[in-house]
């Protein structure tokens, strides 16, 4: 069973950068799809972005498109968020979440979470 850990969530400036990693128990890396998902107070849980199994193909949601990175270290197991022109928008909790082989953007699909990280950005 795989166990996924956040971290990396601050508080940051509009404009500025945050880092987040997600770090993995078990065979991880080649085997799932990792989602990272973000919930506003209020809202619901909404995509942000994926990488399937072996980092080989990515997906983001538009409002974070050419500003958030995702990647992955296959030594290390974890999976990193790199977010980058951050907006007072993304104020949000981040959740890593995994899911067995085929990519989705929809959170029902992933049933491995991480315990989340909270983001803050100031305007």
């Known amino acids: 069973q795989v166990q996924l850990v956040e971290s990396g969530g601050g508080l940051a400036q509009a404009g500025g950068s945050l880092r987040l990693s997600c770090a993995a128990s078990?065979?991880?890396?080649?085997?799932?799809?990792v989602g990272w998902f973000r919930q506003a107070p209020g809202k619901e849980r909404e995509f942000v972005a994926t990488i399937t199994s072996g980092g080989r193909n990515t997906d983001y949601t538009d409002s974070v498109k050419g500003r958030f990175t995702i990647s992955g270290d296959s030594a290390k197991n974890t999976i990193y968020l790199q977010m980058n022109s951050l907006k007072p928008e993304d104020t949000a909790v981040y959740y890593c979440a995994a899911r067995p082989f085929l990519a989705s953007n929809n959170a029902k699909d992933y049933s491995t979470w991480g315990q989340g990280t909270q983001v803050t950005v100031s305007s």
């Open positions: 078990g065979r991880f890396f080649s085997n799932y799809v």
